[in-house]
């Protein structure tokens, strides 16, 4: 139970990597907050959890918006007095060259990605301080780090989350506030299986994707849950200002 009754925010908890989180921090002993722009989808999982034992509840949220930001924060406080742990997920991308990507999805995707951790950070920080602190863990990719094609406003937009993440680290550090993230590889998500369903050739477009990582395979949402699960808890309390790079060996060759 390494989040005994530890309060946990997850964004974009209603699918994919951030179910996955929900649900095993939920079963390490955390009260969960589901927040997800799809409120059935974190009402969905928010019963999940429960089933764990977890004090859990849904919030919709649109984490492009601050005053939607600033109301799940506020509303977390007032249901359980404090809030411990915030992991900033929601997230998603398009595929496009920066001449083929229009600015009105540019301008959408970075509101989401990059001023979504923004504005979490801004309004969960305050509280951290005032209680004597807390943890962080933003979503970021390995496009953070190396070019993905035909993802350049994706890969521009988790480039500044890693950025951000180790900004805040310095910022917060004294605060007793720990700011890491995570670096996903190709992961199993219903982002990845909308894409694949779209492309011209389902079967290449997968066994392409799979070829990027040394393993040769897709990795799991609960295989990236499980190292959020590490950067939030107590075992790395040496950690802030850290990217985990969980990949398949993609970024290694």
């Known amino acids: 139970m390494r989040l005994d009754d530890k309060v946990c925010i997850i964004t974009g908890g209603g699918s994919g990597i951030g179910r996955a989180v929900c649900l095993l921090f939920a079963r390490e002993g955390a009260n969960v907050v589901v927040a997800d722009v799809d409120t059935s989808a974190a009402e969905e999982v928010a019963a999940l959890t429960r089933d764990s034992?977890?004090?859990?509840?849904?919030?919709?949220?649109?984490?492009?918006?601050?005053?939607?930001?600033?109301?799940?924060?506020?509303?977390t406080v007032e249901e359980y007095g404090s809030l411990d742990v915030l992991v900033n997920n929601a997230g998603?991308?398009?595929?496009?060259?920066?001449?083929?990507?229009?600015?009105?999805?540019?301008?959408?995707?970075?509101?989401?990605?990059?001023?979504?951790?923004?504005?979490?950070?801004?309004?969960?920080?305050?509280?951290?301080?005032?209680?004597?602190?807390?943890?962080?863990?933003?979503?970021?990719?390995?496009?953070?780090?190396?070019?993905?094609?035909?993802?350049?406003?994706?890969?521009?937009?988790?480039?500044?989350?890693?950025?951000?993440?180790?900004?805040?680290?310095?910022?917060?550090?004294?605060?007793n506030i720990r700011i890491n993230c995570v670096a996903p590889g190709t992961i199993e998500t219903p982002y990845h299986a909308e894409i694949e369903a779209e492309s011209e050739d389902p079967a290449a477009f997968r066994e392409a994707l799979k070829a990027r990582q040394i393993m040769n395979r897709l990795g799991e949402p609960e295989e990236i849950a499980q190292a959020i699960l590490y950067l939030a808890c107590d075992e790395s309390s040496f950690a802030t200002g850290s990217m985990l790079t969980i990949d398949g060996g993609m970024t290694a060759q």
């Open 53 to 75: 034992g977890s004090k859990s509840i849904a919030r919709g949220v649109d984490v492009s918006s601050a005053a939607s930001v600033e109301e799940m924060i506020h509303n």
């Open 92 to 175: 998603y991308g398009f595929a496009a060259d920066v001449v083929q990507t229009e600015e009105a999805d540019w301008d959408r995707l970075m509101a989401v990605n990059l001023k979504g951790v923004y504005l979490g950070c801004k309004y969960a920080i305050p509280v951290m301080r005032r209680q004597g602190g807390g943890v962080i863990v933003n979503t970021a990719s390995v496009g953070a780090v190396v070019g993905i094609k035909h993802r350049a406003a994706y890969c521009a937009s988790k480039g500044g989350v890693a950025a951000l993440t180790k900004a805040m680290a310095l910022d917060h550090a004294a605060e």
